[in-house]
């Protein structure tokens, strides 16, 4: 399937999201959170008699109403897409919100036919859980810091949330139960096919990240790149490169670094 339609893959995905994210978050702001739920969040009823556009229009749900806790919520958003993205590749990324949108739209579809409820709201909470939960599967010892300050690691996190998921699940009615399935049903998918990436690090990704830049300079006609600063002969006509042969590894340096560098062992 990537062969085929890997080319239509939006390669800056996160960004996106993060930028529905703040436009929701303005909507909020500027109308007290009357303006999402009155016109554009996801709700079966309202679909069904017209308003189609809901089935878009409900991507711009804000994580939060707190200024400065959305703030953090939308760069660690922007920093687990921008992960996942490096890792599985941008089809894969992009592949794997859209299953967690559709399924949402399922889920909010099935429940308001079963309880025919012409009050059922759903946001996009579930494209986020599913998106954390990858992130935790693939990085379960990176730490977050809460407001900032407290330190720890998101695989707590994620505990934390399947056991509210639990929880919800096992007390409450249908509409909640399918909600939690569908939710954890993405993540489910997505990491069962792709298990072989649960031990990438993140300088992996890092490396990764390097590399892409360094085949992005070289396609330019770029022949040397210092280690250090990054910088090749395109940046300055005038530095000089040299390979050191105290590190391990074929490391090449610009005359400023070549000999204040800390040696790769």
């Not at 920093?79 to 089809?91: C, D, P, R």
Request: charged share 15%.
């Amino acid at each position: 399937m990537e062969r085929k339609f890997g080319r239509y893959a939006i390669t800056n995905l996160p960004l996106y999201i993060v930028v529905l994210y703040a436009i929701g978050a303005a909507f909020d702001i500027l109308s007290g959170g009357v303006v999402y739920y009155q016109y554009l969040a996801l709700n079966p009823f309202l679909i069904l008699h017209g308003q189609i556009w809901r089935l878009v229009t409900f991507l711009v749900a804000t994580p939060s109403t707190s200024i400065i806790f959305l703030v953090f919520v939308l760069l660690f958003y922007y920093s687990i897409g921008q992960s996942l993205t490096q890792v599985w590749g941008a089809f894969k990324f992009n592949m794997y919100v859209l299953v967690g949108i559709l399924g949402t739209i399922a889920a909010a579809f099935i429940v308001y036919a079963l309880t025919r409820n012409p009050l059922l709201f759903m946001d996009t909470s579930y494209v986020n859980l599913s998106m954390f939960l990858a992130y935790a599967a693939i990085f379960p010892e990176m730490r977050v810091y809460i407001y900032g300050i407290i330190p720890i690691k998101v695989k707590w996190l994620a505990i934390l949330d399947v056991v509210v998921l639990a929880i919800g699940f096992v007390q409450g009615d249908m509409g909640t139960r399918i909600s939690v399935v569908v939710g954890l049903l993405n993540f489910l998918l997505f990491y069962f096919s792709t298990r072989n990436y649960r031990r990438v690090s993140p300088k992996e990704v890092h490396r990764k990240i390097r590399y892409k830049r360094q085949v992005s300079r070289n396609s330019r006609g770029a022949r040397h790149e210092c280690a250090v600063c990054h910088r090749t002969e395109l940046d300055d006509p005038n530095l000089e490169f040299r390979y050191c042969s105290k590190c391990n590894g074929n490391y090449e340096y610009c005359n400023e670094h070549l000999f204040t560098h800390t040696h790769v062992k």
